[in-house]
């Protein structure tokens, strides 16, 4: 009987006589396919941010779980996510200050021009009268 383990880096190992045999051949993280060029770990953004997991989390508008399993390699963050860290890994000032601001919503924009359109008609109205 064969008793196999999965590592917590997703690796398959073969248990036999107490030692592990990998029954797949490793492959570096830039040699993954569709990989593209290396991007430098989550950790060590987060550690170069100095920000607790919680808070880099909360900066990217993600589950602290996520930084997490990207951490611990059981996941890797894909489309928008790694573009983003591929930019926060160039300038996170930059990316966390345009994250930080919020736009206002159009809905309260109309409701604040309406607002005081009805304050200059009673002003007018005042006027007037």
Known sequence: MQR???KADG?????????????VPTMTPAAQP??????????????????TQLEFAARLGVPVETIRNWEQGKRAPRGPARALLAVIAHS???VFAALATEPSPAKSSVEKSSVEKSLVDRSLVDALS
């Open 4 to 6: 196999l383990r999965l």
């Open 11 to 23: 690796r398959i190992v073969e248990l036999r006589d107490g030692q592990e045999f990998p029954l």
């Open 34 to 51: 569709g990989e593209g060029a290396a991007m430098p770990a989550v950790r060590d953004l987060r550690r170069r941010a100095q920000l």
């Open 92 to 94: 996170p000032e930059t």
